[in-house]
Each structure stands twice: as C-alpha cells, then as structure tokens.
C-alpha cells in the first residue's frame, strides 16, 4: 500500500508564489520502483490537467501554459517531489493533485487547494 499526501496550499494573492510539497510512504518496494512523478490540478467544472511531471533520471515536462512560472523537482531520499509555482493567477485556482506511476499503476494524493485572489 502506498499513501502519497500533498501539503502547502492555501490562499494567495495574484503575483505571489507557493509551494506544493508531495510524500509518499507506504510499501518500499513500491516507492522506490516510480518512474514517474507529477503534478495535475482540477478546477471547477474543468477536467484534470497535467501541471507537470518528472522522472527518476531528472526529465521534466510541463504544461505548455505553465513553462517558466512553475517548477518541479524531487528528492529522492525524502520520498518527496515539490512544485514550486510563481508569479500566480486567479486561474490557477484549483485542486492539485500528486501521482506517482509503477509500471501499470498510477497512485494518487487527496489533493491540495489552491486559491489565487485578484
């Protein structure tokens, strides 16, 4: 069994920044097996959206519309990725979700809300 729990939302105002934190715990094996790390986030009434994602070997990918305000980055030995989102908008304001993917399996996180105020 693998838990993975997203931290650092909250309430912002346009222009500033915050920091999304994402921990996995759980079954070892499982952990140290992802490949692959992201972000995705869910605003009302919209569907899913990638944010960004990385793997275990550094590679980063981003939503086209995201490129040079968020970032995302790992450590490996905290079991922990983060995004680091700057310069933020009211339309950023959704549910961010963390994943993680092994093989065929995708695990997800309960989701953080962020909310950017004009």
């Known amino acids: 069994q693998v838990h993975l729990v997203e931290s650092g939302g909250g309430l912002v105002q346009a222009g500033g920044s915050l920091r999304l934190s994402c921990v996995a715990s759980?079954?070892?094996?499982?952990?140290?097996?992802?490949?692959?790390m992201g972000w995705y986030r869910q605003a009302p009434g919209k569907q899913r959206e990638l944010v960004a994602s990385?793997?275990?070997?550094?590679?980063?990918n981003y939503a086209d519309s995201l490129k040079g305000r968020f970032a995302i980055s790992r450590d490996a030995a905290k079991r922990t990725w983060y995004l680091e989102m700057n310069s933020l908008k009211p339309e950023d304001t959704a549910v961010y979700y963390c994943?993680?993917?092994?093989?065929?399996?995708?695990?997800w996180g309960q989701g953080t809300q962020v909310s950017v105020s004009s």
């Open positions: 759980g079954r070892t094996s499982t952990i140290i097996a992802f490949t692959a």
């Open positions: 994943n993680a993917v092994r093989g065929y399996s995708t695990f």
């Open positions: 990385i793997t275990t070997s550094g590679t980063t």
